[in-house]
């Protein structure tokens, strides 16, 4: 099985942290990022495709074509056009996988959270935030499928926030992508395009760690031991 881990974009968020190297290598008690995201990944993937562009170099120096008992493949994004982008430069190696799981290469999560996804053949990860403004927030439907999302809003207090984590299968390439701007595309807009043919599950989770700006980075250096 595989996993994609998106991790081509420039961090500018993160300001100085990430003027040199890509946000997902910044080190997590003297550790990339990145190498928790794919330490943290079910028994069954055996291969993690890693679509990079900013600082790429690092990237593969560091993981190599093996990492953590898995087969690494690298596909570069060479234009930033937004998720859907990023994950459509792996359509080669999973335009007939009935099953994949993609996740955001600068966010934190629990094995067992991406293992619970796992049993469902759609599936997406959301953890209900207090300070949602920092977040799209979704909804979901009376069988806790994914309906819907709200972009990041000061007008968002409280809600379910999506962390960016999908199992998903060759059909999504049916659907075309999603534009949310006039560059980019995004993955879970697209995925929403989905929903009467193929509802997409929510698995709740009280866990998850988004790494984007300092302060989210400061976070995850303190509470780190529960990713481990």
């Known amino acids: 099985m595989f996993a994609v881990i998106l991790a081509a974009g420039r961090g500018k968020r993160m300001g100085d942290l990430a003027a040199d190297c890509s946000k997902t290598m910044l080190p997590i008690n003297?550790?990339?990022?990145?190498?928790?995201?794919?330490e943290s990944l079910p028994d069954q993937i055996e291969t993690v495709i890693l679509i990079v562009n900013y600082c790429s170099g690092q990237i593969k120096e560091y993981f190599g074509?093996?990492?953590?008992n898995r087969k690494i493949v690298y596909r570069d994004q060479e234009v930033l056009n937004g998720t859907d982008g990023a994950l459509r430069t792996a359509k080669d190696l999973l335009h007939d996988q009935d099953k994949f799981i993609v996740l955001n290469g600068d966010d934190m999560y629990r094995k067992?959270?991406?293992e619970r996804m796992l049993r469902y053949d759609r599936s997406t990860l959301a953890c209900y935030s207090y300070d949602a403004k920092k977040?799209?927030?979704i909804s979901v439907d009376d069988s806790d499928n994914f309906e819907g999302i709200m972009e990041k809003s000061d007008n968002h207090t409280e809600g379910l926030a999506g962390s960016g984590a999908f199992v998903l299968g060759k059909e999504y390439f049916e659907f075309k992508?999603?534009?949310?701007?006039?560059t980019e595309f995004g993955l879970p807009h697209t995925v929403l395009s989905m929903y009467e043919k193929y509802p997409v599950k929510v698995v709740h989770t009280d866990h998850w760690q988004a790494v984007g700006t300092p302060?989210?980075?400061e976070e995850a250096q303190e509470i780190i031991s529960k990713f481990l």
Do not use: M
């Open 30 to 38: 003297g550790k990339p990022k990145l190498a928790y995201t794919i």
């Open 65 to 68: 074509e093996n990492y953590a």
């Open 112 to 114: 067992r959270d991406l």
């Open 135 to 137: 977040f799209g927030i």
């Open 177 to 182: 992508p999603v534009a949310i701007s006039d």
């Open 215 to 217: 302060e989210q980075y």
